[in-house]
């Protein structure tokens, strides 16, 4: 075939040489029409291929619909039966060179980007959601194309940046070879908990990877996360990074919050693993992406950029799994600084993305952990922004997810009516769109703010309670029915606070201790730390003193731990017990007490407990 012909004439050229050798009777089976392909259709030009293809396809098969004449029709036939079998055999071609597409694909578009969007380009090609995502064998011969020689005199004496990239991929996919045997032996070598709030030292998983890792700046890096050290002050503090050590670190990262991620979802039947540890390594891995974006904002803005970059697909990504909480937003194993820091990190990025249905998704995430942390205005401010966005993008159990939201946080704000109406809206909507989840947890809402608005009001009628505490109880049995371990948490503890309120106490430790126990199960630090505080009241109502001394100390520690204001009305209760029995006999309480409370919350939270009520006694 002639070179002056168009890549799509030629492939049509292809194509009709194909038909008549198969009429002339040449081609004696489909094996020969597929090694004819695989000889003459040159990778990274399929699309073209595919197109000509198609033309031929509807040429041929417009021919044999319209063609009167017998002969000609039969002959029309044939040919278009030799085109329908170089179809099947295409589709087998495309199998064998998808990988090979993929590279010369990943390649074109880095190396035709303009000179400082190399890595933004690098990071698009690399990018998880994609439907094919590059493996480690495709990227290390991505690497080789990117470190081919130049042409170009004045850049054969340094290295360029292509070729500064594809070393940096090559040291990455060494790195991730030499993790693949370590991604999850730490969980062997720790008794207490396999998730990432540990003490800071030696035995948890940063430090586990950082000693499989030779390069200097993401070992370091994964030291600095196993001290829990400021991840911005150590990259703030880095000088002369290069864009191979960059790269080697974000595929790194990428490849161990991946790795932990498919090894947690299939830990279904596993409660210490499952569903709530592939949310905390979502959030913690967002986190560190954030903190390394804000510490090379300063000094190197093409990383920032590229940190920005992945955070945004991580967060993607999280927000489009069917575990995404949409009732929930702190977990058992997410703990430490990185929670503290989580919402200020978060925020930030999110401000500058469009809306989207990931974007409204990760706002009720944060709606939900400002408000355990009783920032309410905030909380309103961004469950109003989710409700918008997933109204536009008509995702209804979003948008049912953040009217429930919004309902719970004016009963923090004790604006009883609005949090009545947007469980009432909640409702509505829920039944309309058949949304049992939302269902369960406006129905849960509406009776807890009713409750709390009869207390505000001095309602003495039984009847107005039994209403209230009727929903409640609705609720629970519908979250059972669905087997919703969050939703179901949320239904005792609100049931507990019920009738805490209108003085049953003995009544409200049931539900309190069964919400503290389900809380356990979905992981929700907050909900844990609201029950112990309020099983803690509930036993001091019925003078039960020492287990109010065991349960208060948990929920303040718990509570403080994830910075939220609650801790303090548990100090406060504590105190008063301080004074009521007096220190020797409340030092002798905790002490008895000390196993216990060890096995929730280990020795340095214990040890921890007379802190934060010196603190709380200092704050008053």
């Known amino acids: 075939m002639s070179e002056s012909l168009s890549l799509r004439d030629r492939y049509i050229a292809l194509i009709d040489e194909i038909v008549q050798t198969t009429l002339q009777g040449k081609i004696s089976s489909v094996e020969m029409v597929y090694q004819k392909l695989l000889k003459d259709v040159a990778p990274g030009t399929g699309e073209v291929f595919e197109v000509a293809l198609s033309d031929r396809l509807l040429v041929v098969g417009s021919q044999v619909d319209s063609e009167k004449d017998e002969l000609k029709k039969a002959k029309a036939s044939r040919s278009l039966r030799a085109i329908k079998t170089i179809q099947n055999q295409w589709q087998r071609w495309q199998e064998h060179n998808r ?14 980007a303009e000179d400082n969007q190399y890595l933004a380009a690098f990071l698009r090609v690399t990018d998880a959601n994609r439907k094919h995502p590059l493996n480690l064998q495709q990227l290390q011969q991505l690497s080789k194309s990117l470190q081919q020689p130049t ?9 360029t940046p292509l070729q500064e990239l594809g070393n940096g991929i090559s040291r990455g996919v060494a790195s991730v070879q030499r993790l693949q045997d370590h991604l999850i032996s730490w969980m062997y070598e720790r008794k207490e908990t396999i ?69 947690f979802d299939q830990q279904a039947y596993n409660i210490q693993a499952g569903s709530k540890l592939s949310i905390s390594t979502y959030l913690t891995f967002a986190v560190v992406w954030s903190q390394l974006a804000n ?44 929670l503290r820091d989580a919402l200020y990190y978060l925020d930030e990025p999110l401000s500058k993305v469009e809306g989207t249905q990931e974007k409204a998704r990760i706002l009720t995430l944060l709606g939900y952990s400002q408000r355990a942390m009783g920032q309410s205005r905030r909380s309103i401010t961004f469950h109003e922004q989710a409700i918008k966005i997933a109204r536009k993008e008509s995702d209804r159990p979003c948008e049912i997810a953040n009217l429930n939201h919004l309902s719970r946080t004016y009963v923090e704000e004790k604006n009883y009516s609005e949090a009545i109406n947007y469980s009432q809206r909640a409702l509505i909507l829920s039944r309309q769109v058949g949304e049992k989840i939302g269902e369960a947890n406006a129905l849960v809402n509406l009776g807890y703010s009713e409750v709390m608005q009869a207390q505000q009001l001095q309602e003495i ?57 389900t809380a356990q199960i979905s992981g929700d630090l907050y909900l844990q730390g609201l029950n112990l505080a309020n099983l803690a009241q509930a036993n001091y109502n019925l003078q039960n003193l020492e287990r109010a001394i065991y349960t208060g100390c948990l929920g303040t520690y718990l509570l403080n731990q994830i910075a939220s204001l609650e801790w303090r009305k548990g100090a406060g209760l504590l105190l008063i017990l301080q004074g009521q029995i007096g220190l020797e006999a409340f030092g002798n309480a905790l002490q008895q ?7 929730v919350i280990g020795v340095d939270g214990y040890d921890h407990i007379p802190q934060l009520l010196e603190e709380y006694k200092e704050s008053m």
């Open 99 to 112: 990988a090979t597409d993929a590279i010369l694909s990943a390649s074109k578009e880095i190396t035709t």
């Open 151 to 159: 042409d170009n005199v004045e850049t054969t004496l340094h290295i």
């Open 195 to 263: 998730g990432f709030g540990a003490v800071p030292g030696e035995n948890g998983p940063w430090a586990t990877w950082a000693k499989q890792v030779l390069s200097a700046f993401p070992r370091d890096l994964l030291r600095t996360l196993a001290m829990e050290q400021s991840v911005i002050e150590f990259v703030q503090q880095q000088r002369n990074i290069t864009l191979s050590d960059w790269v080697e670190m974000a595929m790194i990262l990428q490849f161990l919050q991946r790795g932990l991620v498919n090894w």
């Open 295 to 338: 510490g090379f904002s300063d000094t190197a803005a093409l990383y920032s950029n590229g940190c920005s970059q992945i955070l945004l697909q991580t967060l993607r990504t999280f927000a489009l799994r069917p575990y995404f909480p949409l009732y929930g937003g702190i977990f058992a194993s997410f703990t430490g600084t990185y």
């Open 461 to 517: 009628e039984p009847e107005i309670y039994e209403m209230a505490i009727n929903y409640l109880q609705q609720g629970l049995k519908l979250s059972e029915q669905l087997g919703d371990v969050q939703s179901k948490a949320l239904c005792f503890s609100s049931l507990g606070i019920a009738f805490l309120v209108i003085g049953e106490a003995q009544t409200a430790i049931k539900y309190l201790e069964d919400g503290f126990n």
């Open 593 to 599: 007490n000390r196993p216990k409370i060890i096995s």
